[in-house]
T-cell receptor, first 110, second 117 residues
Framework: KQEVTQIPAALSVPEGENLVLNCSFTDSAIYNLQWFRQDPGKGLTSLLLIQSSQREQTSGRLNASLDKSSGRSTLYIAASQPGDSATYLC?????????FGTGTSLTVIP | GAVVSQHPSWVICKSGTSVKIECRSL??????MFWYRQFPKQSLMLMATSNEGSKATYEQGVEKDKFLINHASLTLSTLTVTSAHPEDSSFYICSARELWGRADTQYFGPGTRLTVL
């Protein structure tokens, strides 16, 4: 069974810093990996989707990488802002099912 | 892009009552919908997969008689929590896969927060 782990569980940084969130998964047989943002009490907002054949995807200040063979993905956030404060979830798509990590709670301090 | 809605967005009910949550694909047809739940400070866990016109497939540990799922049309799936108890309080999120879309793409709803008193 696929297991998805995210490190760190929580992260607090001053505004303007660059930061990296980590995601690891145990089974490399995946269709894609997706990073989501979840604000408190809210649903999921899709940030980046990386297909299994891709190495990275970029959107604005966000860059996600994927190393399928080693079972790792990173989400890089450049020049962090207070509005980036949220929980970030990575999810691995293995066929019909998404396996979610436990998330990284990010706080960006003004 | 594809939009999935959920109704209600939040609900409070008394213990022992039943609650129905709707998941709709607004601008596409979904043959398959998925139901997840998320307990506080935990990640999302798949509860069941529903295919239009057939019985839902439940994950291990999920009581199918307690969580009734109906996927009667290509745009609507419902989750009914029967005889709800406080331990059923959770955030329920659905997702939908488009009829002719890529098999690996799901669109997520905004979630429904259930509180059972």
């Amino acid at each position: 069974k696929q297991e998805v782990t995210q490190i760190p569980a929580a992260l607090s940084v001053p505004e303007g810093e660059n930061l990296v969130l980590n995601c690891s998964f145990t089974d490399s047989a995946i269709y894609n990996l997706q990073w989501f943002r979840q604000d408190p009490g809210k649903g999921l907002t899709s940030l980046l989707l990386i297909q299994s054949s891709q190495r990275e995807q970029t959107s604005g200040r966000l860059n996600a990488s994927l190393d399928k063979s080693s079972g790792r993905s990173t989400l890089y956030i450049a020049a962090s802002q207070p509005g980036d404060s949220a929980t970030y979830l990575c999810a691995v798509n293995a066929g019909n099912q998404f396996y979610f990590g436990t998330g990284t709670s990010l706080t960006v301090i003004p | 892009g594809a939009v999935v809605s959920q109704h209600p967005s939040w609900v409070i009910c008394k213990s022992g009552t039943s609650v129905k949550i709707e998941c709709r694909s607004l601008d596409f047809q979904a043959t398959t919908m998925f139901w997840y739940r998320q307990f506080p400070k935990q990640s999302l866990m798949l509860m069941a997969t529903s295919n239009e016109g057939s019985k839902a497939t439940y994950e291990q540990g999920v009581e199918k008689d307690k969580f009734l799922i109906n996927h009667a049309s290509l745009t609507l799936s419902t989750l009914t929590v029967t005889s709800a108890h406080p331990e059923d309080s959770s955030f329920y999120i659905c997702s939908a896969r488009e009829l002719w879309g890529r098999a690996d793409t799901q669109y997520f709803g905004p979630g429904t927060r259930l509180t059972v008193l």
